[in-house]
């Protein structure tokens, strides 16, 4: 999310009937691997099995009987030579029958070869051939776009690229009429896209895109939960707002004009709409479409039961912390245990940001941005004074950031990272976040980034 997906390690399941066996034969598996088996649903991972240290290249999961229809998936291990601390994963179908697989751990979509399972045999064929007729879009696509003339060539590719979305709807379209029992060919044809002509303007294909994206699924299969189709699908939808070449603010305002049709499609069935609107939340809680989430908050969780519950509450909270209302009172230290008190503060503006260290979006504001800003003495003209409040769990880490990068501000720490009162009553939900407030404590603007800094700041000339 368009959101970073939660692994949430709950018990194993436990059941009294037949287990299916999940077997996968690993090549190059990492020595002292710790796999684990997951459940996938609306988005979040759940254990349904884990095995000791491995030597050898053969892993042996247990299903359940009971387990549910969908999406399973296998962590093998982490690779030596990986840059990030994301185990390697492969994805697989469950659906009551035993599986087994084999593959190269280095490379392990590319070498996967399905020995059992019909569900993974059917989805894993379809792959390997989507795979080159995607790789084909994608090229005419950028050929269209880039080429200047509407020549013979041109029409010639359009022409092509038109065959190829056609030949690729084609065989989704006859996978699932030959395999309508199958929950393999249920998530292919979710993965159909809307139609596009070669001819048109890169407009219209946007408009296209935001338009049309969900023509071909219907929010009406509670199976699909238990797996990635529909949380994969939105995620594309909305991260499609979000990757455009516009700032966040217009971004969010672009995604605001589809709220209600996007909404309305995925209202259908109730146990899908309450799942799927609450993993939509968490998405633009993760963009911070504070605008988009009290429309939702307003227009959509009125009536709300079961699940979306504490997501409402939450949202109510967050009302507190819209711009216009006042900011509440917090205490914070600095690097020589001098306290911070913000209703102390006598400064006509002050900018507060709360950030952590392990934040790359927050390293690159605290280290590279704010120090040049603070240089050109923007805000020192504005009246505006800087505060930032690390939420960081270990102390160290921010002490050791302010030692190696001097920050020429009020430089600040509060203990209990987002477990804490402050980050309760801030509604912090991500990092950085930030509020300019006035004299009286009313929340100005809430900037995500230096542009809206710069932006905020001529707001009050």
């Known amino acids: 999310m368009f959101r970073i997906l939660s692994l949430l390690l709950l018990l194993p399941l436990f059941c009294t009937g037949k287990d299916y066996e999940v077997k996968i034969h690993v090549k190059n598996l990492p020595e002292g691997s710790k796999p684990k088996l997951l459940q996938v649903f609306n988005g979040d991972f759940f254990i349904i099995d884990s095995l000791p240290a491995i030597t050898g290249e053969e892993l042996l999961f247990r299903v359940p009987e009971t387990l549910p229809p969908g999406n399973i998936q296998a962590l093998l291990g982490i690779s030596p030579y990986a840059r990030n601390s994301q185990p390697t994963a492969i994805e697989l179908f469950f659906n009551r029958e035993d599986i087994e697989v084999e593959l190269d751990f280095t490379n392990p979509l590319a070498t996967l070869n399905v020995i059992r399972s019909k569900e993974n045999q059917l989805f894993y064929d379809y792959i390997r051939q989507d795979t080159r007729i995607v790789q084909k879009l994608g090229l005419l696509e950028q050929f269209i776009g880039q080429y200047p003339d509407r020549d013979d060539l041109y029409q010639t590719v359009s022409s092509y690229f038109q065959a190829f979305q056609k030949n690729r709807n084609s065989l989704i379209d006859s996978i699932y009429q030959a395999n309508k029992e199958m ?22 294909r946007d408009s296209l ?5 969900f023509d071909a699924i219907r929010f009406t299969d509670t199976t699909l939960l238990y797996t990635s189709a529909y949380t994969n699908k939105l995620y594309q939808y909305l991260s499609y707002f979000a990757m455009q070449q516009r700032s966040p603010r217009e971004s969010e305002a672009e995604l605001m004009k589809h709220l209600d049709d996007l909404i309305g499609r995925i209202s259908e069935n109730d146990r899908i709409r309450n799942q799927l609107l609450n993993f939509i939340i968490t998405g633009l809680e993760a963009w911070k479409y504070e605008e988009a989430l009290n429309y939702i908050s307003k227009n959509y969780l009125e009536q709300c039961e079961g699940p979306l519950e504490l997501t409402k509450r939450r949202l109510e909270e967050a009302q507190n912390m819209l711009i216009g209302g006042e900011i509440p009172d917090f205490f914070s230290i600095d690097t020589a245990n001098v306290a911070y008190n913000l209703y102390a503060d006598l400064s006509p503006y002050v900018l507060i940001i709360f950030w952590q260290t392990g934040c790359p979006h927050c390293w690159k504001l605290i280290v590279e941005e704010l120090p040049a800003l603070v240089k050109e003495g923007l805000l020192d003209a504005h009246g505006v004074k800087l505060v930032t409040v690390s939420i960081d769990q270990d102390r160290e880490e921010w002490k050791k950031l302010s030692r190696i990068s001097p920050m020429p501000w009020t430089n600040t720490y509060i203990p209990g990272g987002f477990e804490s009162e402050t980050a309760a009553n801030f509604n912090l939900y991500a990092t950085p976040m930030m509020f300019l407030v006035d004299a009286e ?19 009050l000339e």
């Open 209 to 213: 895109f935001k338009g049309h994206f």
């Open 183 to 204: 929950l393999a060919a249920r998530i292919i044809q979710t993965l159909k896209m809307p139609f596009s002509g070669g001819d048109v303007s890169p407009a219209q």
């Open 441 to 459: 404590h009313k929340i100005v603007s809430k900037p995500q980034i230096l542009e809206d800094i710069l932006e905020d700041l001529k707001k």
